[in-house]
């Protein structure tokens, strides 16, 4: 059996230009890259050009550290770690973090249990967690029917008051990756925006976040990787304010015997989700970005645009499995390339 693992982030590339135009226009573009979360983020500001954006840098930097030391699964002073090494069935948490499961829970039951922060005991079956080896064999049908019995998000709940969170099973267990990202995405723009700056793009992997525009004021613009050839866009549009949102069954797989396996997992069945490629939801803010691009992932093309045609504030680009792209109906046909 060949099993062959692989990793490559980001889930969406984004081709940003970042050429500074010399211009009457007082305002520059400053860049920077953070590698944090397991995920480089980009952020380009567009700011004036005596403003020192130094001691920015330095708070987006502590900002990012600090979500990836609490919200990993594997770190030291992680407090998810710490809730799924938990002796007791009620533990506190912090604003954040509960304010996080708090979501994530209530998007569980919208999308009927596809989208379920339970689901660490699956990737670790699978090999696709922080802390698996990558040589890990697949699971056999048994360990993954094991798996499944210990995914259900409707085991844990916080209180009215969200500082504490309780566990019905000691076997649940958790993992925010789905969501964590969008979270911190929307304190990274409060953070920019408590700095005066109102000009913004931040792309981290998949998960993307604007406002305003660059420094010739035209508006952001962003693209979409076709899921199967990295080099290519599938869309490109412009972005003054909100967030782009890709999910996609090439950032984190292994191919096993030419079998795709991938992170995205259907807690029904303890599998990964093979109806499509890639899902990217236009949003007005990251946080149901990252949870509708996750959580609908399972779902053929039909069922994604139908869900998303019934809600406001959203549209959809689906590639499904046999790479057929599909918008949802207030998508501008002219922002694709094919």
């Given at each position: ?34 590698f944090?979360?397991?995920t ?19 708070s ?140 913004y ?8 976040i ?12 962003v ?31 292994r ?23 890639s ?7 990251p ?11 399972c ?37 694709l390339?094919?």
């Amino acid at each position: 059996m060949r099993n062959k693992i692989k990793s490559r982030l980001p889930t969406a590339v984004i081709f940003i230009s970042l050429i500074l135009l010399s211009s009457c226009d007082n305002n520059v573009q400053r860049n920077r890259f953070f590698f944090r979360m397991d995920t480089m983020t980009q952020i380009t500001l567009s700011v004036p050009r005596s403003f020192d954006v130094r001691p920015v840098w330095q708070s987006v930097d502590s900002l990012l550290a600090q979500a990836e030391n609490r919200f990993s699964t594997a770190g030291d002073n992680s407090e998810i770690r710490a809730l799924n090494e938990r002796a007791s069935n009620a533990l506190p948490v912090s604003p954040e973090l509960c304010e996080m499961l708090k979501t994530g829970l209530a998007y569980g039951d919208t999308l009927d249990g596809a989208f379920d922060i339970t689901v660490l005991p699956l990737k670790e079956i699978w090999g696709l967690c922080e802390q698996c080896a990558d040589d890990d064999p697949p699971p056999d049908s048994s360990r993954v029917g094991a798996a499944i019995q210990y995914v259900d998000y409707r085991r844990m709940r916080v209180n009215d008051d969200c500082d504490t969170v309780f566990f019905e099973s000691p076997d649940t267990r958790i993992d925010v990756g789905g969501i964590a990202k969008g979270f911190v995405l929307t304190w990274l723009a409060s953070l920019l925006k408590d700095r005066g700056i109102d000009n913004y793009l931040i792309a981290a992997g998949g998960d993307i976040i604007a406002s305003g525009s660059k420094q010739d004021k035209n508006p952001w613009r962003v693209g979409i990787q076709h899921p199967r050839n990295p080099s290519e866009l599938i869309a490109t549009l412009p972005l003054k304010r909100g967030a782009l949102v890709t999910s996609g069954d090439y950032s984190r797989f292994r191919i096993v015997d030419g079998n795709r396996y991938h992170h995205i997992f259907d807690p029904s069945t303890g599998y990964s989700c093979n109806q499509n490629q890639s899902v990217t939801i236009l949003a007005d803010d990251p946080v149901r970005g990252d949870i509708f691009s996750t959580g609908l992932f399972c779902k053929n093309a039909e069922h994604i645009i139908t869900f998303i045609n019934a809600r406001d504030n959203l549209e959809c680009l689906v590639v499904d499995y046999a790479g057929n792209i599909r918008v949802s109906d207030g998508w501008d046909a002219a922002y694709l390339l094919e």
